[in-house]
């Protein structure tokens, strides 16, 4: 099994940028399709960007695309988010989740490992 950590995240401010890390332990991580989700309070945890095994592919729902950027390096067993722009409305815990599996995974249900979260608030 792999253990995931995430950075910590914290407070910006709307526009700032923000990147948060995911620390991959247990397993060998280039073996783990990767994940960013977020949840915001009341509502259900949803996809923010999704990455190969070797960080060829990546997908990021239609409204993520120009201002997140997911990457890995696999030599460091790190997983990021780069996060542009950002808005009130990105506040939320955010999630690294793992996958054993070729390919992009884009769905939670599809997870199978999953990191504590941490929080990023975004003020205007």
């Known amino acids: 099994q792999v253990q995931l950590v995430e950075s910590e995240g914290g407070l910006a401010q709307a526009g700032d940028s923000l990147r948060l890390s995911c620390a991959a332990s247990?397993?060998?991580?280039?073996?783990?399709?990767m994940g960013w989700f977020r949840q915001a309070p009341g509502k259900e945890r949803v996809l923010v960007a999704a990455?190969?095994?070797?960080?060829?592919?990546?997908y990021y729902p239609d409204s993520k695309k120009f201002r997140f950027a997911i990457s890995r390096d696999n030599a460091k067993n790190r997983l990021y988010l780069q996060m542009n722009s950002l808005k009130p409305e990105d506040t939320a815990v955010y999630y690294c989740?793992?996958?054993?599996?070729?390919?992009?995974?884009?769905?939670?249900?599809?997870?199978?490992?999953w990191g504590q979260g941490t929080q990023v608030t975004v003020s205007s």
């Open positions: 989740a793992a996958k054993a599996i070729v390919g992009v995974v884009t769905t939670a249900r599809g997870y199978d490992y």
């Open positions: 247990g397993r060998t991580f280039s073996n783990y399709a």
């Open positions: 990455i190969s095994r070797a960080g060829v592919n990546t």
